[in-house]
């Protein structure tokens, strides 16, 4: 399994493995989280009659999401018709925030690969040395024919909002003190920037409760992943955030415990996230100029 993860990307990965390794009970954790995977990918039209198996595979200092698809064209029809669907984004790099959200991982110890039964591979994750989300494919056929699959508009992604700004590094440190800002009055929250990227920011914040959900009558605790991409329009930076939430009736302030969150959009509350992705996507247009 090691041999696997070495040989993920073709850039040196020695040079990058995480020093954070995780313990048998994190590897517990992520086998529950399998379910969550499946539903979500049925959500988005991507049941078994696309992705035939899922696998979870966690070593030393990885978990990898390996999805098997009957062949290229499926997957190359998967790729271009959920970029139809919602606003061109990679289906790779959603599935990858989705992975970080439910293992509940740092970005850095990431990654999916998707295979067919050839020698077609495609890999997603960060690559530290170039400082960005990566996709590398091997074995794309020459010659192959898309199909158009209907996919639903799954995740909505709010509009992009414009800054003032016309550098990536200026814009993600205003990005990430706007945003401790949003959330430092709230009780006993925890803020915590997990990756930033050239282009992309990740932010995990947890011990909240009533944030996402918020007409619970007792509420639940609640964490949530924020990914903000940063894309260069013209002179100016946009900025398009991306959010995903666990809940929880217990309160669990350690990650990974095996009784604790559970994916919202897999439980029925996407709309709630689409919503609150709007919020912060206002709130950060507002207080970034």
Known sequence: MATVLLLFFSLSLQAQIPTDAFTETDKAFFETQKAS??????????????????????????????????????????????????????????????LVAWCEVNPKQAQVVITDVTNYEVKGGIDLKLNKFVVEESNKPRGYRLE????????VIPNPSSTAFDEFEGTRKKIIVALQK???????????????????????VTNLKKEIIYDKLFGDFEQILISVDLLKAGKYITIVCGVDGKHSSNFFTAPRTLTGYKDMGSNGYQAYINEYAQKITTYLAKNMR
């Open 37 to 98: 995977i499946e539903k979500w990918l049925g959500n988005i039209g991507l049941g078994n009659d696309k992705i035939t198996e899922i696998k979870l595979q966690t070593t030393p200092n990885f978990v990898v999401l390996r999805l098997r698809v009957a062949n290229a064209e499926t997957w190359l029809s998967i790729r271009q018709s959920y970029a139809d669907s919602n606003q061109n984004r990679r289906i790779e790099e959603e599935i990858f925030d989705k």
């Open 148 to 155: 158009v699959f209907k996919l639903p508009k799954y995740k």
């Open 182 to 204: 949003f959330y430092q009055d709230k009780e006993n929250v925890k803020f915590q920037v997990l990756l930033d990227l050239d282009n992309k920011i990740y932010i995990r």
